[in-house]
Each structure stands twice: as structure tokens, then as C-alpha cells.
């Protein structure tokens, strides 16, 4: 079974997850991953093959078709290999100096089409279908008192940790810790708005508008940016204009809205270097059940603002980042930016 254990020094949780490993002679560069279907492979993911994954946790249906058969348009299922699993009880203790705890938690699979599509190939219709089912998903996980955070993440490309199964789908992980980098924007956003009583990130927005250097698209309700100090090469958030720290609580409305922006930050970066691998990660207050705590959670809904960040892995990060905590970006936001706003997306 994972575990989940606590770096002593800066709070840092891992998981382990053995069972998913490989032996250690197994890590070396001799281990060549497929980048396609073999010959004859069938994709779990694909309409008809319902029977190769569990049993789907919900599913988007036509009339008068039957779980685990074909009929669907969205369709979530656990993940194969779950790195967090619901069943399991919470059971955190000490071992000596370290903590650790079981890995409980729940790891979902929304397979945003039943086609074998990649996330280069959705339409607007089938996002807004899939950021309305995540939406229900995270609502339904709100609900279980054993997950503080619910992570939603797609993973593209080799390089990206993405599978060589290129069906698109969105990863859902529902942790029982916060996650060390949301707690940092945490941190960050209400040391801000202790100083300056306002939001940090609809402070960013409203100086971006002004300076239209960063902003790499926007729509009525959402805007994308090229952050400041970008970490890569083409990295864009995407945030809701209106001020709100909770993703689950989004207007369903806004989901068209949503979906057309996120296809053209996507098809602008890709029009100007090509297809690349990429991780889209959410960030979004952590679930809040006890009113009234302190530190970061006494302002957390005036001082946080939810956003997705979009993360193209085309560079590689080695020795100076990994011991310094650094990144080296080589390429400016500004001119990324310049070049995907102007890139014209085919039709
Ligand atoms: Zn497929
Ligand atoms: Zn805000
Ligand atoms: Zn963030």
C-alpha cells in the first residue's frame, strides 16, 4: 500500500507508492516508455471498452443506457492505479522523529469523451461537459470529512507524465493533508492582503489589464496570463475575473465560457511551437469545516482567488533548481505572450 510521509525539515509530504514502482534496477534510461497503442492494445478509455477499468463512479448518459456500458459522453472511474484510495481509514501517527499516514484519499479518472480523441482534438463541447462534471466531482468530495484539498490535474506528453494512452481525460486527487504549494499561495495571498488589504491575484489582473504586455487572452468572465515571473517558457494562468477563492462554487453558467478560453490559450501556444507536453494544475482554497480557524484561513475568502496554471514542460529542470528552489526561464513572458496572442488558430 502508498503511505504518505512528512519530510522533518520543511513539511514536505511524499507518497510512496511502491506498489506502482518498478524495481530499483528498473530506473535506469534502458526503460523506453510506448509513446502510442501497440498493435492490437485497446484504450481503456474508449466507448465499448467499459469493462477494462472499475466500475464508474458517475456517468454522463444517454436515456436508457446502463452503467459500465456504452451510451455515456463523460464518464468517471477510480483510477487504475490510485495513489489514494477512499476505503482506507485516516490512521496518522509518529514513528520516532517522522509522521506518517495511510494514503487515503480518493484518485478519479474524468474521461472527458467516449472517442479516442487527444486534448488537442475537444471541442467546446466537450469541455464545458467535463468542467461540469469536475464540478459535481469536487462538490460530491466536499462532502466526505476525510479530504482537505481535491487536486485536478491533466497530464500531457512523455515528458509531462503523461501515459502513452493519448485518450484525454482530467485526474482528480483528493488528499487528507493540504498540499505544500497551495499552502505557500496561501501564505503569500494573506501576508498581501494583510499589507494592502486587497486581493493579490485581482491585483495582478487589474495591472495586467492596464499594461497589456501579459494578458494573453480574455473573455466576459475569465481572463489568461502569462505570469510575471513566469517559471517556463508559455506558462499561463487562467483566472475567474469575478474574486472567489473556491473552483466547486463556479456558476455552471461561466462553463461555456470558460471552455472557449481554455481551447484558444491551448490552440494560440500550439499554433505558435507545435503540439508540446504540458501539465494543467488547479488551485483552489482548501475545504474550510471549521469556521473561525486562524492563520491563513481567517481572511482566506477576501484574500485567495482560485486559477488554473498551464505548465508547458519544454525545458528541463536540473541541478541549480532542483537545489536551489530556482527556475530558469528562457524565454521572456512578454515575448511568449506577443507571439501566442498574434498566432491565428485554424479553424
Ligand atoms: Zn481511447
Ligand atoms: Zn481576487
Ligand atoms: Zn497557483
Known amino acids: 500500500m502508498p503511505e ?12 510512496i507508492a ?3 514502482a518498478k524495481r530499483p534496477d528498473q530506473f535506469g534510461a534502458a526503460v523506453v516508455e510506448k509513446e502510442a497503442l501497440a498493435p492490437g492494445e485497446k484504450c481503456p478509455f474508449c466507448e465499448g471498452n467499459e469493462s477494462m477499468t472499475p466500475p464508474e463512479i458517475y456517468a454522463v448518459r444517454k436515456p436508457g443506457t446502463r452503467p ?9 472511474i477510480p483510477s487504475i492505479s490510485p495513489l489514494l484510495r477512499i476505503e482506507e481509514n485516516l490512521d496518522r501517527h509518529g514513528h520516532g522523529m517522522y509522521d506518517l499516514m495511510n ?3 480518493a484518485h478519479e479518472i474524468v474521461v472527458d469523451t467516449p472517442a479516442h480523441l487527444t486534448e488537442w482534438q475537444l471541442t467546446k463541447d466537450h469541455i464545458v461537459k467535463s468542467v461540469n462534471v469536475i464540478l459535481d466531482r469536487v462538490r460530491d468530495l466536499e462532502k466526505d470529512p476525510g479530504i482537505k484539498y481535491v487536486l485536478v490535474f491533466k497530464n500531457y506528453g512523455k515528458a509531462a507524465g503523461g501515459s502513452h494512452i493519448m485518450h484525454s481525460r482530467v485526474q482528480l486527487i483528493g488528499t487528507p493533508v ?5 499552502k505557500e499561495e496561501l501564505a503569500g495571498a494573506k501576508a498581501y492582503y494583510d499589507y494592502k488589504e486587497r486581493c493579490v491575484f485581482c491585483d495582478i489582473i487589474r495591472q495586467e489589464l492596464a499594461a497589456q504586455k501579459r494578458v494573453m487572452a480574455e473573455s466576459k468572465d475569465f481572463i489568461a496570463i502569462m505570469p510575471f515571473a513566469s517559471r517556463f517558457p508559455f506558462e499561463t494562468w487562467l483566472l475567474p475575473k469575478e474574486h472567489s477563492c473556491d473552483f466547486y462554487k463556479m456558476d455552471r453558467g461561466k462553463a461555456a465560457d470558460f471552455a472557449e478560453l481554455s481551447r484558444m490559450i491551448f490552440g494560440k501556444i500550439r499554433a505558435v511551437i507545435g503540439s508540446f507536453p504540458f ?8 475545504f474550510r469545516r471549521d469556521a473561525g480557524k486562524k492563520g491563513y484561513w481567517e481572511t482566506i475568502e477576501r484574500d485567495y482567488h482560485w486559477h488554473f ?12 533548481e ?11 513572458p512578454e515575448d511568449a505572450c506577443k507571439a501566442a496572442r498574434e498566432a491565428q488558430v485554424k479553424a
Open 178 to 182: 493540504n498540499l505544500k504549494r497551495v
Open 103 to 105: 494514503a487515503r484519499g
Open 309 to 320: 496554471e498551464m505548465l508547458p514542460i519544454l525545458t528541463r529542470v536540473a541541478g541549480f
Open 4 to 15: 504518505l510521509r512528512r519530510d522533518p525539515v520543511i513539511g514536505r509530504w511524499v507518497i
Open 18 to 20: 511502491t506498489d506502482r
Open 279 to 286: 501539465n494543467f494544475v488547479l488551485h483552489t482554497a482548501p
Open 322 to 332: 532542483w537545489g536551489s528552489g530556482f527556475y530558469i526561464n528562457p524565454l521572456l
Open 68 to 76: 459500465n456500458s456504452p451510451g455515456w459522453e463523460v464518464r468517471v
